[in-house]
T-cell receptor, first 112, second 114 residues
Framework: KNQVEQSPQSLIILEGKNCTLQ??????????LRWYKQDTGRGPVSLTI?????NTKSNGRYTATLDADTKQSSLHITASQLSDSASYIC???????????FGAGTRLAVHP | NAGVTQTPKFQVLKTGQSMTLQCAQD?????MSWYRQDPGMGLRLIHY???????DQGEVPNGYNVSRSTTEDFPLRLLSAAPSQTSVYFC?????????????FGPGTRLTVL
């Protein structure tokens, strides 16, 4: 069964600190992996997309990595800000356009 | 551009009532979809459409109907609401159903069924 598992479920860090969120997937076939940020009461917004051949991709203070061999991805947030408080969702596309498998998300709280 | 808009933002229904969740996009996107988001679970696809006049079922379609008469609008109808349909509903759109195409999500509708 295709699954996307994210860890930790929730995380609290202090402003200015770094953190890393994990995404493990058992999806086949694999097309791409996308990280979304979802602010409370809002819809998800795309941060990065990773294809099979990409290992690392950055978007400002967000850096995503992908290890297609171990089927793992991570999202590293550098120098966290209060505005980083949100849920971060890992989504893996498996083949067709309607074949998106969503993780349950990691809820990040950045405290001053 | 307003992007993807959804109305209402909040709704409370009684069991057995019907209602329509509205979704509209002004980006001329062909692909639109409806998801529900429940605590501790990933988003699940309810229905989707690859263009006006074309709809198909997703992972959890039971109890929901959709239609796509225009490119802009993709309403979701709850036929007879049940407490199990209490959830947050998101509409999304993308330019085309291609694999690398980003989906843009609306702000969501929080539905409570009593």
């Amino acid at each position: 069964k295709n699954q996307v598992e994210q860890s930790p479920q929730s995380l609290i860090i202090l402003e200015g600190k770094n953190c890393t969120l994990q995404c493990n997937y058992t999806v086949s076939p694999f097309s791409n992996l996308r990280w979304y940020k979802q602010d409370t009461g809002r819809g998800p917004v795309s941060l990065t997309i990773m294809t099979f051949s990409e290992n690392t991709k950055s978007n400002g203070r967000y850096t995503a990595t992908l290890d297609a061999d171990t089927k793992q991805s991570s999202l590293h947030i550098t120098a966290s800000q209060l505005s980083d408080s949100a849920s971060y969702i890992c989504v893996v596309r498996s083949g067709g356009y309607n074949k998106l498998i969503f993780g349950a998300g990691t809820r990040l709280a950045v405290h001053p | 551009n307003a992007g993807v808009t959804q109305t209402p933002k909040f709704q409370v229904l009684k069991t057995g009532q019907s209602m329509t969740l509205q979704c509209a996009q002004d980006m001329n996107h062909e692909y639109m979809s409806w998801y529900r988001q429940d605590p501790g679970m990933g988003l699940r696809l309810i229905h989707y459409s690859v263009g006006a006049g074309i709809t198909d079922q997703g992972e959890v379609p039971n109890g929901y109907n959709v239609s796509r008469s225009t490119t802009e609008d993709f309403p979701l109808r709850l036929l007879s609401a049940a407490p199990s349909q209490t959830s947050v509903y998101f509409c999304a759109s993308s330019k085309n159903p291609g694999q690398g195409t980003e989906q843009f999500f609306g702000p969501g509708t929080r539905l409570t069924v009593l």
